[in-house]
């Protein structure tokens, strides 16, 4: 057995080497698209939740608060009892911003003195969360210019940090994400065109003559893919850190084989779509009808909070949405053990299902 899928595997890395076509695009996959990110993709940050550590117990605090709790943009308000508790507010992602007001806000209001605010962003997510900095201290220069008007010595300062992405560097959150979509890119494409192109070359009757049993056959199939987009996600991992200067705080070990985990589920997508396909033309179009759509419904590009909860529910069988959230975490912040396996649960779930219908699909055709 070890033989003979070793040869499949050898045949399969050739191949797969040496092809070099490309293939239009129609046009009812991106109109499909189209159709999807027209609900999804958006430059406004709304559907916001912000945790509030109040520690003021007068009349300003509160009313400065409410201006929070009225504002489209915050949605959900939860409000801490302890300091302790932002840490894992934020480092659970259960908020995006916390607003903390000091015990003195209301006295230094009341007495004309200049009143501080803290407000803490998720630097994880740099672009809603600068949008978010800028929704927030709108409200207070409202809030302020309304007291001054009043009470013409009164002033607030704000203070403002961004944790586990400080200066909110772009790169910092976009490259570690390369390494999901390039692994997912590589993985659906090469798996997407194995079968097909056996079909359109004529040699699949060739490979079913063979003594390779189904199994052995979608193993060859899919090694091949794993190790290709392992040792690409490999290579683009070294280059973020040691050319790009990418911060890199978790652990290589969580990172490499949480990545074997969701390119299983990738692989099985793959080799599903090339199952159903007759030629690599249609393999190829069926990579692009999932592909970007799954990109985008990943949270790479926008929030999920941003989409409408119909479509947030839809996300839940996409695979990209969860290795996204292992990397940035593993590279950004250290992410332990636990959390990693949390993400590891649905990964395992969906290459189960994208394993088996794959399968199950192969086994079809070949009657």
Not at 33 to 40: R, V
Not at 64 to 86: A, C, D, G, N, Y
Not at 236 to 256: C, H, N, T, Y
């Amino acid at each position: 057995m070890f033989i003979r899928l070793y040869h499949l595997i050898l045949k399969e890395f050739l191949v797969t080497l040496r092809d070099s076509k490309s293939r239009g695009i129609l046009i009812v996959p991106p109109l499909l698209q189209i159709f999807i990110f027209s609900y999804a993709i958006t430059q406004e940050v709304k559907n916001v939740t912000l945790a509030v550590f109040n520690q003021d117990m007068g009349l300003e605090g509160d009313v400065f608060v409410q201006r929070f709790q009225h504002s489209p943009t915050f949605t959900k308000i939860l409000h801490l009892t302890r300091r302790e508790e932002i840490h894992s507010v934020i480092d659970e992602q259960k908020a995006l911003a916390v607003l903390v007001v000091p015990q003195d806000f209301s006295q230094a209001i009341t007495a004309g003195r200049t009143a501080q605010v803290q407000i803490l962003l998720d630097g994880r997510k740099s672009n809603a969360a600068a949008i978010v900095g800028g929704y927030a201290a709108k409200i207070v220069n409202q809030f302020a210019q309304e007291h001054v008007s009043l009470t013409p010595m009164i002033g607030l300062n704000v203070e403002t940090r961004h944790w586990f992405n400080s200066n909110l560097e772009q790169r910092k959150t976009t490259i570690p994400c390369l390494v999901c979509l390039l692994a997912t890119m590589l993985g659906m494409f090469i798996t997407g065109l194995s079968i097909a192109r056996e079909r359109e070359m004529g040699t699949f009757e060739q490979i079913l003559v063979s003594p390779l049993t189904p199994t052995e056959i979608l193993l060859g199939k899919a090694i091949p893919a794993l190790i290709l987009a392992s040792i690409a996600s490999v290579v683009l991992v070294i280059i973020a850190i040691f050319i790009l200067g990418i911060p890199f705080e978790g652990s290589f070990l969580l990172l490499f084989s949480s990545l074997n985990l969701f390119l299983l589920s990738i692989i099985g997508i793959g080799l599903f779509i090339s199952s159903l396909s007759m030629t690599q033309q249609q393999a190829i179009l069926g990579v692009i009808l999932i592909l970007p759509a799954s990109v985008m419904l990943s949270g790479f590009a926008t929030p999920l909070e941003n989409m409408p909860e119909w479509l947030q529910w839809g996300t839940v069988i996409n695979p990209i949405r969860w290795y996204i959230v292992i990397v940035k975490g593993v590279f950004m912040k250290g992410m332990g053990m636990y959390e990693v396996f949390l993400n590891c649960i649905p990964l395992a779930l969906i290459s189960v299902v994208t394993l088996y219908s794959a399968a199950v699909m192969f086994r079809k055709r070949m009657e």
